[in-house]
């Protein structure tokens, strides 16, 4: 259930906003994963769009960016693309912590993240007021 709850955790972030600033519906959020995180794309989404339905939020596409995982060793002081392990799973390729140089433990340096990048969104209603007036209270 590890989608679930990053999706459970990105909506309240959502929601958040979406209280912050009634004036603005959001329309589109765009994500970025990391590799190293493991989350499956399409159990994110379908988390994500059954857990909005009956919130203002509902409508909102989940957009997810990819991150690509990077290690650095300081054994051997490799950095780059991680090793991957073949065959543990047919044709699912699995990421991990070893040097492709020496072998040894490296350490995650990108693809680790799992964070709102950025979030789209339109006026609610349209709009007639200038846009840098302050909001009335
Ligand atoms: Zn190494």
Same mark, same amino acid.
């Given at each position: 259930? +590890?989608?679930?709850?990053?999706?459970?955790?990105?909506?309240?972030?959502?929601?958040?906003?979406?209280? #912050?600033?009634?004036?603005?519906?959001?329309?589109?959020?765009?994500? /970025?994963?990391?590799?190293?995180?493991?989350?499956?794309?399409?159990?994110?989404?379908?988390?994500?769009?059954?857990?909005?339905?009956?919130?203002?939020?509902?409508?909102?596409? *989940?957009?997810?960016?990819?991150?690509?995982?990077?290690?650095?060793?300081? +054994?051997?002081?490799?950095?780059?693309?991680?090793?991957?392990?073949?065959?543990?799973?047919?044709?699912?390729?699995?990421?991990?912590?070893?040097?492709?140089?020496?072998?040894?433990?490296?350490? /995650?340096?990108?693809? #680790?993240?799992?964070?709102?990048?950025?979030?789209?969104?339109?006026?609610?209603?349209? *709009?007639?007021?200038?846009?840098?007036?302050?909001?009335?209270?």
């Amino acid at each position: 259930m +590890h989608e679930f709850s990053i999706a459970s955790g990105l909506v309240e972030k959502l929601l958040e906003f979406a209280e #912050e600033n009634p004036e603005k519906k959001i329309v589109e959020v765009r994500v /970025a994963i990391g590799e190293f995180t493991q989350v499956e794309e399409e159990q994110l989404r379908f988390c994500y769009d059954s857990i909005i339905t009956e919130m203002p939020i509902a409508g909102s596409r *989940l957009v997810i960016e990819r991150v690509p995982g990077k290690v650095a060793c300081p +054994h051997c002081s490799y950095s780059g693309s991680p090793k991957y392990w073949e065959g543990i799973l047919p044709g699912v390729p699995l990421i991990t912590l070893q040097c492709p140089g020496c072998g040894k433990a490296a350490v /995650a340096t990108e693809g #680790e993240e799992c964070s709102v990048r950025s979030i789209r969104f339109k006026p609610s209603q349209p *709009l007639s007021v200038p846009r840098d007036r302050p909001a009335a209270l």
